[in-house]
């Protein structure tokens, strides 16, 4: 074993004879304080501390290293200082508090739930993915807002035939052919991939390294799928072994019906039926003088039937199963021979792409199919250094909630930060409706908006709602509290922070001017952000009416006993 490690904070690695990396752990004043053992592929950064910048410990510690562990511990190092996220998060959890649930105050579940359905197994498993995993980096989003665009511009007629033919292709994640049968279900993925890949022209669909298989293993195929055994998937002439055996087959086939024939006259029953290895008929026919008339045996009496066998039938079933045996044995070594010519990994590539181009139709097929208007967002680069791109980080126009009947379309510009209004106008739904949009863009779909135009977000942080931890005898204020001071901690200006009535539980004049403080951090920090409050907030605001309409510009405060009298919850 050898151990390097950094004089102070830096890397520990251990190496056993054949210079693989065994453990990764953080060293902190020459003392190991590694949470446990990890191995190359269960990898977890957090373990690590940050490296010494440029020091000759961090030289000389990369000197002492195998190649490819140095290049590991380079990038490792890289990442460390100059962290990049992986997707935008949704579920934050910092300190001894989880923040709230971005996902369920966002109700993004319902949201791909009711918009998008997938009709393939490997686009169900794609989606949850890219819902799990939404794109931080604005190219890869714009890559998929037009795939969606090109499909929505095929119209409803033509996706609707695109999604039919992918249902067809449909099989489970990983799926690898294990006997002859399962070819038929490859022949079939493979003709339906063809008819999508006409619909919608893509050139990646690697179906020249499927030529082989095509030419050599389908015309050996039978359409109407397996029967007997595996090898019946296979037509005649394929195997002249395999001809013979089913030729035997249907020779003990023909046995059998004049052996039940005989039985049902010898007993006079016409209602004896042949089961799998035996015969059945009614109770009668369990008398001692009808079973020694065909020399039978009672196998089995149920309440209503009795199976009983012959010598004749057992001699049959036993020539079945003979050439059952030799049938699966012909089947096996084909299976093996066709196998060569099948390209597994390619045949895993067409599966891939059309479980990608599944995901991209769910998002077309909901764009034609939910009235409102839809369009596609234009996504913002965090490094472009555009003063402007960072004052405007969210611009909606006429943008609307898909899960809220009815919704008036509002317009929403970053400008505005405090919504205000009476209860019930509206302020959570506009906040959710930026949430929503901002996700939809970021996994590649459309944005039901007029026009959308936005920063790529590497976290949404959300606080909504009222909670104590009593187990850790902690008050609703004091949660509220930690979960904002994680906010203003942790967040950065590429960060969206949706803010949902906080402060309200203390006097308002101090929960007021808690709320402003706040904001003004995070808009002084570049952070944008937008909170729906009662509060008369010395921010720039909007007001939502009765209409549900934003009003820029104005400010409104709550009247909830006027609220409450004109419902009839209180009475004069």
């Avoid at 990983?174 to 619909?199: M, R, Y």
């Avoid at 039938?313 to 020539?319: F, I, M, R, W, Y």
């Amino acid at each position: 074993m050898v151990s390097v490690r950094c004089s102070r904070t830096g890397l520990e690695v251990l190496l056993d004879a054949n210079k693989k990396l065994l453990r990764v752990g953080t060293v902190v004043e020459g003392s190991r304080v590694c949470r446990g053992p990890k191995t190359l592929t269960r990898f977890d950064a957090a373990d690590l501390a940050l490296f010494c910048r440029d020091t000759p410990a961090y030289r000389e510690t990369f000197a002492l290293l195998p190649a490819h562990v140095a290049t590991l511990a380079v990038w490792l190092c890289r990442k460390l200082q100059y962290p990049e996220r992986a997707d935008l998060e949704l579920a934050v959890f910092v300190g001894n508090f989880a923040d709230d649930d971005a996902r369920g105050f966002l109700c993004l579940q319902d949201l791909t739930d009711r918009l998008f359905q997938q009709t393939t197994a490997q686009g169900k498993a794609l989606a949850k993915t890219w819902y799990e995993h939404p794109l931080p980096k604005a190219l890869d989003a714009v890559l998929r807002h037009a795939a969606v665009k090109r499909t929505v511009a095929l119209g409803e007629p033509r996706i609707k035939l695109l999604r039919r033919n992918l249902k067809q292709c449909s099989c489970k994640p990983g799926f690898k052919p294990a006997c002859l049968s399962d070819f038929l279900t490859v022949q079939n993925i493979l003709e339906n991939a063809f008819k999508v890949s006409k619909v919608v022209p893509i050139n990646t669909v690697p179906f020249e390294r499927l030529e082989d298989f095509g030419r050599v293993v389908v015309p050996a195929l039978r359409s109407e799928g397996r029967s007997g055994c595996d090898a019946d998937a296979l037509t005649n002439g394929v195997d002249p072994e395999l001809d013979a055996s089913r030729e035997r087959r249907d020779e003990l086939q023909r046995h059998f019906l004049m052996l039940l024939h005989d039985v049902k006259r010898r007993l006079g029953n016409p209602q004896i039926t042949l089961g799998e290895s035996a015969f059945v008929g009614p109770r009668p026919v369990a008398k001692k003088d009808k079973m020694a008339a065909v020399d039978g045996t009672i196998t089995k009496v149920l309440k209503d039937s009795v199976h009983f066998t012959t010598v004749e039938l057992n001699e049959l079933l036993a020539q079945r199963a003979a050439v059952r045996e030799e049938m699966n044995a012909v089947g096996d070594r084909l299976f093996v021979q066709f196998s060569d010519h099948f390209c597994f990994p390619a045949f895993e590539q067409v599966c891939a792409i059309m479980g990608e181009i599944d995901v991209l139709a769910s998002f077309a097929w909901s764009t034609v199919t939910n009235p409102g208007a839809w369009c596609v967002p234009t996504l913002l680069r965090n490094d472009d250094g555009d003063d402007e791109d960072e004052e405007n980080a969210v611009n909606l126009i006429d943008a609307w909630h898909p899960l809220v009947a009815s919704c008036v379309p509002n317009t929403i510009d970053s400008d505005v930060v405090a919504l205000t209004g009476h209860n019930r106008t509206g302020k959570s739904t506009v906040l959710r409706v930026v949430g929503a949009c901002v996700f939809l863009a970021q996994i590649g779909s459309l944005v039901p908006a007029r026009r959308a135009r936005m920063r790529t977000f590497e976290r949404i942080w959300t606080r909504s709602g009222t909670v104590d931890h009593l187990h850790l005898q902690n008050s609703t204020f004091v949660v509220e509290m930690t979960r904002l001071g994680n906010i203003a901690t942790y967040s950065n200006a590429n960060h969206l922070v949706l803010l949902d009535e906080i402060c309200a539980n203390t006097n308002a004049a101090h929960g007021a001017a808690l709320a402003v403080a706040l904001v003004h951090d995070l808009r002084r920090r570049g952070v944008a952000t937008f909170v729906a409050t009662h509060y008369d907030l010395d921010l720039p605001s909007a007001t939502m009416t009765e209409q549900h309409k934003l009003v820029p510009g104005q400010r409104t405060q709550a009247d909830g006993w006027n609220f409450c009298a004109e419902r009839g919850y209180i009475s004069n």
